[in-house]
């Protein structure tokens, strides 16, 4: 009973011992002979700094004064512990990258004045028919001549949209449209007999039968004919 009330009083002053000093080889045989249990000599060691002699003089000497087994490998594992080099600094974390603006791509816008104009195609054509058949009226844009149509032939043309004037030989026999962008327009040439000649008028025909008519012609000769109005012809 003695000796346990012994170990408790010293387990409460042994850190005041030796709280100004290491302890050391000399401090554990002390605690030894004075009584101390393996286990609370274990304890001691495990929460106190320590400066122990673990060469083969050191470990003998300790044997020989009667440290335990158990305690000389404690010293042994405390020194281990303190010769272990330090961990490596945790470095810092990497910002999160942060995504890049989505690169919405446009197309590509042409440099001015080289853009294709908005057009639309007139379908200028002629019935075979034997009246007026040695004839070949000319049909006109604003004023400019596209091509004459023979017996029996038709003009397709690309002409801007926008406001034109549109006419054969016979220009108060002619048609002032809007043109829109993409549309087909069928215009019919009509012979009329006059007193003294016979004279050429456009019609306007709805494109179901401008496009059912111009399937029995034939197509103007090129090298006869304007297939495209330029934007600046008026």
């Known amino acids: 009973m003695r000796k346990s009330i012994l170990a408790v009083v010293f387990l409460v002053i042994c850190p005041l011992l030796f709280a100004q000093q290491a302890l050391n080889n000399d401090s554990v045989i002390k605690l030894i002979k004075a009584g101390l ?4 000599v274990i304890s001691t060691i495990n929460s106190q700094a320590g400066k122990y002699d673990t060469s083969t003089d050191g470990l003998i000497a ?3 004064a009667g440290v335990s087994d158990r305690v000389v490998s404690t010293i042994v594992a405390k020194v281990a512990e ?12 990497a910002p999160m ?12 816008t042409a440099p001015a004045g080289t853009q294709e ?18 004839l070949k009226p000319s049909v006109y844009c604003d004023n400019t001549e596209l091509g004459r149509l023979g017996n029996g032939h038709y003009l397709d043309v ?10 054969a030989e016979d220009k108060q026999a002619g048609a002032a449209v809007t043109l ?30 401008g496009k059912y008519d111009v399937e029995k012609l034939t197509p103007l000769d090129s090298k006869d004919a304007v297939h495209e109005v ?3 012809a008026r």
Do not use: N
């Open 97 to 108: 990258p942060v995504a890049a603006p989505a690169i919405v791509a446009h197309p590509a």
């Open 82 to 93: 303190a010769a272990q080099p330090a961990p490596p600094p945790i470095p810092p974390l």
């Open 180 to 209: 829109e962008d993409g549309k087909d327009y069928y215009f019919r040439t009509d012979v009329q007999i006059g007193f003294w000649k016979g004279h050429f008028r456009l019609t306007m025909v709805m494109p179901e039968q």
């Open 37 to 40: 249990s393996d286990d609370l």
């Open 117 to 134: 104009a908005a057009t639309a195609t007139v379908h200028f054509y002629r019935y075979k028919q034997y009246m007026g058949s040695a």
């Open 62 to 64: 300790l044997k020989t």
């Open 230 to 232: 330029p934007p600046t």
């Open 158 to 167: 690309k002409i801007p949209v926008g406001p034109h004037t549109l006419y």
